[in-house]
């Protein structure tokens, strides 16, 4: 990126037009012009004018005093002994070209201009000293009455340096135009200019006569002094109705010689000579150029240092094309820094701005309305031709901003963030941002070399809502927002509602638009036919950049939906998806909410994903975390330069435990994020359930803080009523726009009424959190510490494998074996088990089988389907060549995977082990409290009433000829999975004929049956 650099024209004024230099170089060729409309032909002079001319000379020779400038003026008699009085008829007589109304007086003013040209030596040095002194009082009566003719004849005498000779006269211009000096100084320098040679003299008589028609044809229109005088005033209201006028205001006083004036015919030929003199002497004249338009009157020094500073709320009130007030044109106003030229492009007209400074380019155009147009700007070694972004409406309606305004937006990334769209008939991206505590908030990119200071936004209104509408920005363009915070320093931040971004390390927001075409409208018909809690759900947890290191969400969707349909999950959950900077967080700490990572690829490749899994039957659940994010510098903390999603406390906005930040629950525009995020996958992605990360940290306002550092709830109670409410307002809004979608809360506590509808109140007065289903942490905690202790032990612990049934039907329960649990220093699954790789495996079988029968929805962590025996790393995921048959061991690990493939069969034709899952008749202890035996034995029902006998043994010793109690009314019990198995990679004992009940009560029933019982195993059992 180059700075810009101002170039000069090679001498040329940019005020002078084409049609100007024209007429300078057709009145050097041309003996005599045609006398305008408005001049008539003034008389021959006669001996009188001549006698006057006399008399003034003297006079005026001996009296150089202010009489110069006011004889300009002044049109009294010829004969006045005043001097004021005698340069008055001179001017008088220079200006009766259009004076035919005034009889004599013309005719002797005439003569006097005429004579002192065409005889005497004396006449001629006074016309000189007079048209000096007439020049200087010209030049100072524009500069009072047309504020257009002065800056042009301040810009004048600099270029009028460099074509002539450093003269007196040029010394005497310069100080008349530049310093307005008094009429005695000026009448000095005139003498001075007196003496100048004869060329000199001519040349100035010109631009007297140039001055004169000027004044004549504005005397001749309203016949007065005063009509002269407010005919000078109309070019600086930028009347452009007469040619002349035109011209005279577009022409600086230095550049009179090229005025459009027809001198008399008496005098044609003089004064053509004299012309041609000047041409001579002259610089080189610049080649003709395009029309330039009238530079617009200065923007407000307030608004330009706004837009400089990046802190004007509303560019499109002063950029862009807007009619002048007073109905004279149209305005525009270009901001591009860095820029060489801007010129506006309307149809088949072309003109250039004039370069204000610091990248503004302005300039009025005679034009009636506003046109479409376009612009072109010249940067160093190319030009751009785009649209002009601020010539655009919003592209926010009412209804958007009145519902981002309530928090109410359900649909916010289609309001906020990039979006590609044809706006107004032009095709372009709107982007959209929230920082109501912004100063300013400019667009940087890759499309501007990522400097925001030329592409500001606009504020809409009191919502913190910032808005511009960009021409030619399509899909792929890396963009972020350059805001101006409350002291006045800026930040780059990344768009909270980016749809896609760039891969980390790098944090840029990329425009996106899907194009994907869904094949899964039969899936997403039929996955509300059934309560989630009342149908099978088994769950296979994934971590999608570490299952398969190295593939891309199409490569992950050739394999992983296959995977797992072969293993009979009916459902995979990932680990999050949405971007987040440090991989090592596993995904929980995100800071892009609404864009799946780019580590795998775009959003439509992750949809394409999606989609396979639909396709081959498998639902798709996403872990979601909105308890907190990270601070990075270009995410979401202070993001507009103050705690924004944040919470404004700093004790309540800092997570003890991650050192992130925890979001503002009782803002509604951070609600309105994080709902419409949730609805978001699951609308945008067809997302069949979200399970919401860390709830508990979200629900109580001491959690992990110490006494001292959290302040009671209005009640003064240690519950965040506020999050409570956006938990309520999420799932409620969840479930009624996308029907069976599925939330799943990561709850650690005994929080009443997790999986209870937001509508129904619980014992402690809070109405239901309103989730489908509540992770069963104290089931894990429990039976895994269980699983931990030897057999010999577990006699001791019998109450941690029993003690969930006391609530199991508290809330709608998942069984989780999570990626929690088997991170660096808790071990893999098989690796907590005791005894010998023998006894490992079969402790892993059984308590697989016992976590299947038990109530609840099963979730398992990748690689505990094999029994892998490393802990789980993201960098290099499950350890795959485990089932490498040419790896000695593979017969174990992938008899552990057959036996999780034999339980998803098993358990997805057993509505008994899911259809009641929630209800407490459907499941019934047969013993619970054999400790000693280490066994457990319970029955399953569905609805029909038909069981399952489920029967674990955790100790390593065979039972032979076990005794259980068993209802009276089956005939007949057939073993229907035994994890002992050899194809398991078991002992194989197993009860493989049919076991009838016996007439014995037993366990408090009025039959029982006897059974081996394998060693450190579980058996299935259903009625034959």
């Known amino acids: 990126m180059t700075p810009r650099t101002t170039t000069s024209s090679s001498g040329s004024d940019p005020n002078v037009t084409a049609e100007d230099t024209t007429a300078h170089e057709e009145k050097a060729a041309v003996p005599k012009q045609a006398t305008p409309p408005e001049e008539t032909a003034a008389p021959r002079p006669t001996a009188a004018a001549e006698k006057a001319v006399a008399t003034a000379v003297a006079k005026e020779a001996t009296a150089q005093t202010a009489a110069a400038e006011t004889a300009i003026a002044e049109t009294a008699a010829a004969q006045t002994a005043a001097a004021e009085t005698a340069a008055a008829q001179t001017a008088a007589a220079e200006t009766a070209t259009a004076e035919t109304a005034t009889g004599k007086k013309a005719t002797a003013k005439k003569a006097v201009a005429k004579k002192a040209v065409a005889k005497k030596a004396v006449a ?182 706004r837009l400089l500073t990046g802190t004007h709320h509303d560019p499109h009130s002063v950029l862009g094309a807007h009619p002048a007030p007073d109905g004279g044109g149209v305005i525009f106003r270009v901001f ?23 990248g503004f380019f302005s300039g009025l155009l005679p034009l009636t309305e506003v046109p479409e147009y376009r612009l072109s700007v010249a940067y160093e070694g190319t030009v751009l031709d785009t649209e002009d972004p601020y010539r655009f409406l919003p592209t926010l309606g009412d209804l958007d901003l009145h519902l981002i305004g309530e928090g109410r937006h359900e649909q916010l990334w289609r309001a906020l963030g990039a979006e590609p769209m044809t706006h107004q008939g032009v095709t372009g991206t709107r982007f959209t941002v929230w920082a109501p505590n912004a100063r300013g908030v400019s667009l940087a990119g890759g499309f501007n070399y990522w400097d925001g200071t030329g592409f500001p936004m606009r504020s809409l209104g009191g919502t913190g809502v910032w808005e511009i509408f960009v021409p030619g920005i399509g899909e792929g363009e890396l963009y972020k927002f350059e805001i101006t915070r409350p002291d006045g320093s800026k930040t780059l931040r990344a768009d909270p509602l980016a749809r896609r971004t760039q891969a980390p390390p790098d944090t840029s927001s990329i425009v996106h638009a899907s194009h994907y075409e869904w094949g899964d409208a039969a899936w997403l018909a039929r996955r509300g036919e059934i309560p989630v809690h009342e149908a099978p759900l088994s769950v296979y947890e994934v971590h999608l950049p570490s299952w398969r290191p190295g593939l891309t969400y199409r490569q992950l969707a050739d394999q992983l939906p296959a995977y797992v349909k072969d293993l009979g999950f009916t459902h995979v959950e990932l680990m999050p998806v949405a971007e987040h900077p440090f991989g090592g967080s596993w995904g929980y700490q995100v800071t892009g909410f609404y864009a799946p990572t780019a580590r795998l690829g775009t959003p439509d490749d992750f949809k394409y994903f999606v989609d396979a899994c639909h396709r081959a039957g498998i639902g798709v659940l996403m872990d979601w975390v909105p308890a907190h994010f990270p601070r990075d510098d270009w995410a979401l903390a202070e993001f507009d330069g103050r705690p924004l999603y944040e919470h404004e406390d700093p004790l309540r906005a800092a997570h003890p435990d991650w050192g992130t930040l925890e979001f503002d629950f009782g803002r509604k525009e951070v609600r309105n994020f994080l709902v419409a995020n949730a609805l978001y996958w699951c609308e945008e992605f067809h997302i069949d359930g979200l399970r919401v990360d860390a709830v508990a940290s979200m629900l109580y306002l001491d959690y992990s803080r110490e006494p001292g550092q959290w302040t009671p709830n209005e009640h003064g109670g240690r519950e965040n009523l506020d999050a409570v409410a956006f938990l309520q307002e999420m799932n409620a809004t969840v479930y009624r726009r996308n029907p069976g979608v599925v939330t799943i809360a990561e709850e ?257 029933r009025p039959a029982s049956i006897r059974l081996t019982l394998p060693p450190l195993a579980t058996v299935w059992l259903r009625p034959s």
């Open 748 to 1004: 650690s506590t005994a929080w009443d009424g997790v999986t209870r509808a937001t509508h129904h109140k619980g014992p402690s007065g809070f109405g239901g959190l309103g989730f489908g289903l509540k992770w069963n942490m104290g089931w894990m905690h429990d039976s895994l510490q269980y699983m931990a202790h030897e057999p010999i032990h577990r006699k001791y612990h019998h109450h941690e494998m029993t003690f969930s049934m006391v609530y199991a039907y508290s809330e709608n329960y998942v069984l989780p074996i999570s990626h929690d649990e088997v991170v660096h220093g808790k071990r893999s699954l098989v690796s907590k088990m005791p005894g010998d790789w023998w006894q490992q495996r079969a402790n892993h079988r059984a308590y697989l089988g016992f976590m299947w029968a038990h109530p609840g929805k099963q979730l398992l962590f990748m690689g505990q389907e094999f029994a892998q025996g490393a802990e789980w790393s993201e960098a290099h995921g499950p350890d795959w060549w485990l089932l490498d048959p040419e790896y000695g061991a593979e017969a174990d690990h992938r008899g552990v995977r057959d036996l999780v493939r034999d339980l998803n069969t098993v358990y997805r034709h057993t509505p008994a082990l899911w259809q009641r899952d929630t209800h407490p008749e459907g499941f019934q202890w047969i013993v619970g409290d054999a400790a000693d035996d280490n066994v457990l034995a319970f029955l399953r029902y569905d609805a029909t009433g038909t069981p399952l006998l489920a029967i674990s043994n955790f100790s390593p010793v065979v039972r032979h000829d076990y005794r259980v109690g068993v209802p009276d009314d089956i005939p007949a019990w057939h073993e229907t999975l035994n994890t002992d198995a050899t194809r398991y990679g078991g002992s194989d004992v197993t009860n493989p004929d049919p076991l009838k009940p016996e007439a014995m009560p037993w366990h408090g």
């Open 336 to 358: 591009r820094p860095y820029a060489l030229s801007v010129t506006v492009v309307a149809d088949d007209r072309r003109a250039e701005l004039h370069d204000d400074g610091d």
């Open 124 to 305: 001629k040095k006074a016309v000189a000293k007079k048209a000096a002194a007439k020049k200087t009082a010209v030049q100072t009566a524009a500069t009072k009455k047309a504020p257009a003719q002065t800056a042009a004849a301040k810009k004048a005498p600099a270029k009028k340096a460099t074509g002539e000779k450093a003269t007196g006269e040029t010394a005497v211009a310069k100080k008349a135009t530049a310093k307005k000096a008094t009429a005695k100084k000026a009448t000095a320098k005139k003498a001075t200019a007196k003496k100048a040679t004869a060329k000199k003299t001519v040349a100035k008589k010109a631009a007297a006569q140039t001055a004169a028609a000027k004044t004549a044809a504005a005397k001749e229109t309203t016949g007065s002094k005063k009509a002269t005088s407010a005919k000078k005033t109309a070019p600086a209201k930028k009347t452009t109705a007469a040619k002349k006028t035109t011209v005279a205001k577009k022409t600086p006083a230095a550049k009179a010689p090229a005025a459009k004036t027809t001198a008399p015919k008496a005098t044609a030929p003089k004064t053509t000579a004299a012309k041609k003199t000047v041409v001579k002497k002259a610089a080189p004249q610049p080649p003709v150029a395009p029309a330039v338009p009238a530079v617009s009157p200065a923007l407000d020094p307030v608004d330009r240092d």
